[in-house]
């Protein structure tokens, strides 16, 4: 074998194998999401459901508010035309509602890291 084969068969698994890898890691980070999705709808279509409603102030992202709560392990959906963000509470509002504050309350203004000054409080508690 010439150095030039060798050399281009070196360089095609250096391409080829991170993009399979990535394609891997893609679908199943994908999968997981989904799963995720359908296990927050049937819970929060279940007449068990015990959710907590934030309405995200002017000025904050809700996304950043969802993506603290997701690092917690919380399934949280949009609603209220994408200014509420819903908090299926399995084990219960009452339980759950001082963590979820505290989440929300270390949340971001926006994805960037700004910080927000904004109490908390939810629909229940207005």
Do not use: W
């Not at 068990?48 to 993506?67: E, H």
């Amino acid at each position: 074998m010439s150095f030039a084969l060798i050399g281009a068969v070196v360089a095609l698994l250096l391409i080829a194998v991170p993009v399979i890898i990535a394609i891997y890691a893609t679908r199943a980070v994908k999968q997981r999401d989904d799963q995720v999705k359908a296990q927050a709808a049937t819970f929060a279509a279940s007449p068990l459901a015990d959710t907590l409603v934030y309405r995200v102030p002017d000025g904050q992202d809700p996304a950043a508010v969802m993506a603290a709560l997701e690092q917690e392990g919380y399934a949280a959906t949009l609603g209220g035309g994408a200014r509420e963000v819903h908090v299926p509470c399995p084990r219960g509002a009452d339980h759950d509602r001082d963590h979820v504050r505290a989440v929300i309350a270390g949340a971001r203004l926006n994805l960037e890291g700004d910080p927000v000054a904004v109490p908390v409080v939810f629909e229940d508690e207005q």
